[in-house]
């Protein structure tokens, strides 16, 4: 199964790359910079595929927000914390928001909704959307690229000493959990302050 895949990724390496990073992201970039390790994908390539994707799939969320608005209201009515939390956010911060907006977790999807939603130029967003995919793109690619030895060692190591990686997942799992009821009590104190602004 997992030559098959492997297999898979060469043939069509691109092609699923610039759709996984459309749909998701990182492990599929991690992904990516081990084939260039390997010789299996250009570095020049992958950078441009997996930018291209991530810009594209922003765009489809900002389109979006921007003309179907009563669909993203019925399909996202559940979330509108992370839309005040959003808004507030671009508020404060403007560009700079959508620049880091795919490093922000939780809010990946909702910010180019609420980007196209709040009527934000398409040309200004078009442009930092880009700039931001393609840096995104580079920053998880070329480190792992030029570390590959390490990381497949570490992996071929972790198959054959799987019971040494327990006590570092539980602490991983840890630290998420943590990161996760930091991330809430935050974005509570923000909403407040909105509330307290209105």
Known sequence: MEAELLDLMRQ??????????????ESGLVMAGLFVHTG???LVWAITTAGLGAFVGDQIYFYLGRFKKE???????SQ?????????????????????QRYLYGLRTILPL????????????????????????????????YFGDTILSLIAYAK????????????GIGFFIGFIRRRSARSKVLKSRSRSNV
Request: glycine letters at 8%.
């Open 12 to 25: 069509y390496g691109y092609i699923i790359l610039f759709f996984w990073s459309i749909l998701e992201g």
């Open 71 to 77: 669909y993203v209201i019925r399909k996202f009515g």
């Open 40 to 42: 299996d994908m250009a």
């Open 80 to 100: 509108k914390r992370k839309f005040a939390l959003a808004k507030l956010l671009l508020r404060e911060y403007g560009g700079f928001i959508i620049f880091i």
């Open 160 to 171: 054959t000493h799987w019971y040494f990686f327990v006590p570092v997942v539980i602490l």
């Open 114 to 145: 609420c980007i196209g939603l709040m009527g934000y130029s398409p040309r200004y967003f078009a442009i930092l959307n880009g700039i931001s995919a393609f840096c995104w793109s580079a920053i998880i690619i070329v480190p792992v690229w």
